[in-house]
């Protein structure tokens, strides 16, 4: 029988695993032809602004209360 020496198995047994693991890099390139990802276009649309407007909460010269009556008297309710 032929027996290999032991650094000689070892390096064999790296070799075989350093070819398959390059076969496995090869044919990860041909199923996966884009390894770089695409940029993605996107579309930036502009925020509405809004713009403060003042709004008066009572319009100027009217009254809260509405107009007010004054009382008259009358000459029923007197004796003369």
Do not use: D
């Amino acid at each position: 029988m032929i027996f290999i020496n032991r650094n000689v198995a070892i390096v064999i047994v790296i070799l075989v695993l350093v070819v398959i693991a390059g076969y496995l890099v090869w044919l990860r390139s041909k199923v996966e032809p884009s390894a770089t990802p695409q940029p993605e276009a996107v579309q930036v649309t502009p925020t509405p602004t809004v713009t403060p407007t003042a709004s008066p909460s009572a319009t100027p010269g009217a009254s809260a209360t509405g107009s007010a009556k004054p009382k008259t008297s009358t000459s029923s309710g007197v004796k003369q």
